[in-house]
């Protein structure tokens, strides 16, 4: 026992299975003893307020009465379909992954992606002065550290790999047809103007199964467990009759 509150006790397993409900970023309170008295004088003060709300009768009071019926049924709830639903859904194999991929490739196509780097200026004239020091040489991430508006110029004015969907149409329009390596001269847009470099591509196909096994995956267990939740919701219908009144609402 590690503390008495009136006639309850907080025993040692109980206090070590509240630390374990406890988020992982305060998880340390397994380790540090000071921490861990603290937890147990907030967890004793805890119990200590609830007797006085029991004994104030603030647990039979209709309102409260509901929220904890409430809370009962979505706990009873969640804990049926975890028993119920997660004990019969078994993880995708391989071939299963595979399989969907084959059979599902237009959603894994890939429109023509361009990375590229820019400088954003608010007028035409400072445009102008950038694209000058480019074209004698200045390094174009260092200009964009030093004169970009845009957050990407804390890289360097890296955008990563985008899709022309992405950009808006004057920008993507210049971005899309310059090779790779090469830089535009200032480019207006709604924010102000660019100076773009391409500094790699990718061509329009399909997404390597490798990126996406994951997410095929997490669809492919998601589908199963829908599939098993309506089969047992089937199965309970079958055995508890069930009536809905419609009718009722619409009056």
């Keep these: 026992m590690v503390a008495e509150i009136g006639s309850e006790k907080i025993t040692l397993s109980e206090f070590q299975a509240e630390i374990k409900k406890l988020p992982p970023n305060l998880k340390q309170m397994a380790t540090d003893k000071r921490m861990q008295k603290e937890f147990l004088d907030q967890l004793a003060t805890s119990y200590l307020l609830y007797q006085m709300g029991v004994k104030q009768g603030i647990d039979k009071e209709p309102a409260v009465k509901n929220q904890i019926e409430d809370a009962t049924r979505k ?12 004990s019969r859904t078994k993880a995708p194999s391989e071939k299963d992954v595979e399989q969907y991929y084959q059979t599902h490739t237009d959603e894994f196509k890939q429109a023509k992606q361009v990375r590229a780097r820019h400088i954003l200026v608010k007028d035409e004239a400072t445009a102008k002065e950038i694209e000058a020091k480019l074209k004698k040489g200045a390094d174009f991430a260092a200009l964009a550290k030093e004169s ?7 890289k360097g004015g890296d955008l990563g790999f985008f899709s022309r969907d992405r950009m808006v149409k004057e920008f993507a329009d210049v971005a899309f047809k310059l090779k790779k390596g090469e830089t535009s001269a200032p480019v207006k847009t709604k924010f102000g103007y ?6 790699d591509t990718k061509e ?9 096994k994951t997410t095929i ?13 309506q089969e047992y919701i089937d199965s309970l219908k079958k055995k508890t009759k069930v009536v809905l009144y419609p009718e009722v609402i619409e009056k």
Excluded: D, M, W, Y
């Design 217 to 229: 995956e997490n669809k492919l267990v998601q589908e199963q467990k829908s599939k098993v939740f």
């Design 148 to 154: 970009s508006s845009c957050p990407s110029s804390a």
């Design 75 to 86: 706990i009873v709830l969640a804990t049926l379909l975890q028993r119920e639903i997660e």
């Design 194 to 199: 660019h100076i773009i470099q391409v500094t």
């Design 204 to 212: 329009a196909g399909s997404t390597p199964l490798a990126e996406v």
